[in-house]
């Protein structure tokens, strides 16, 4: 039973320090790289408002999969109703994976195509990159934690 808490803890803190990285992305995006002059919105790091829009809108999304995979996670045996979330969870997390990629790509194209290069841009490259790591080192935990409580149940 301790070697289940311990994974759960983990996966806990995995998905706490997505929706803070998240969170982080999204200020990072919006103080420093939207600019307002007059009446209008500039993001001259993306090319486009729409772009930084994009951008703010994924972070926000990282925001919102991390608090409900925490709330998943702490309602684990709690509720009969999320019995299928709980068992798909590291489905859930690495199903993430490949749409974090895709706008990481989206995010170095962009940023290579206004040849853009500054520390924020760093920084976002970055929150990215852990974001994913962080969604594939949870989706790994919770897997190995299945096969723990298979291996106990047997």
Not at 4 to 12: E, Q
Not at 84 to 110: A, D, R, T, Y
Request: glycine letters at 6%; hydrophobic letters at 50%; proline letters at 1%.
């Amino acid at each position: 039973m301790a070697e289940i808490a311990k994974f759960k803890v983990i996966r806990w803190i995995l998905y706490l320090a997505m929706m803070f990285n998240s969170y982080m992305l999204n200020q990072n995006i919006s103080n420093n790289l939207k600019f307002i002059i007059g009446e209008k919105v500039w993001c001259p790091a993306f090319g486009s408002n729409a772009r930084c829009d994009v951008a703010l809108l994924h972070s926000i999304i990282g925001i919102i999969s991390g608090a409900s995979l925490f709330l998943m996670g702490i309602l684990d045996d709690d509720t009969k109703k999320l019995k299928f979330f709980n068992k798909n969870e590291s489905i859930l997390c690495l199903i993430q994976v490949p749409i974090w990629i895709g706008f990481f790509i989206n995010i170095f194209q962009w940023t290579k195509e206004m040849e853009t290069s500054a520390f924020e841009i760093n920084c976002i490259y970055i929150s990215i990159l852990a974001n994913i790591s962080f969604l594939i080192c949870s989706g790994i935990v919770s897997y190995i934690e299945k096969g723990v409580r298979i291996s106990r149940e047997n």
